[in-house]
Nanobody, 119 residues
């Protein structure tokens, strides 16, 4: 059974930092691109960051470029999202996603973790 479990969400002040993690199981982790998406109330889910299976390629949404960093540990089957210089507009539920393509949305989703940035 494929499982993606996000952790690390919480409340942080504007300008602060937070690191999200996603623990994966049930599939060949290193063969999958991993992505982070987020969804704020009343909005559609949007792409945040992606990393290729072996971690050699990354891509980011323009809104987070230079502030967020995605990384992965294939031995531990985890993917992380380091978020710095957080803004109130980063407030959302953050979701982990896994798929075979680095460029498209994958099939597997986590349950999400709430990130709230206060002004």
């Amino acid at each position: 059974e494929v499982q993606l479990v996000e952790r690390g969400g919480g409340l942080v002040q504007s300008g602060g930092s937070l690191t999200l993690s996603c623990d994966a199981s049930g599939f060949a982790f290193s063969s999958y691109a991993m992505e982070w998406f987020r969804q704020a109330p009343g909005t559609e889910r949007e792409f945040v960051a992606a990393i290729s299976g072996h971690g050699t390629s990354t891509r980011y949404a323009e809104s987070v470029k230079g502030r967020f960093t995605i990384s992965r540990d294939n031995a531990k089957k985890t993917v992380a999202l380091q978020m710095n210089s957080l803004k109130p507009e980063d407030t959302a539920v953050y979701y982990c996603n896994a798929g075979l393509s680095f460029s498209t949305v994958g099939h597997y989703w986590g349950q999400g973790t709430q990130v709230t940035v206060s002004s």
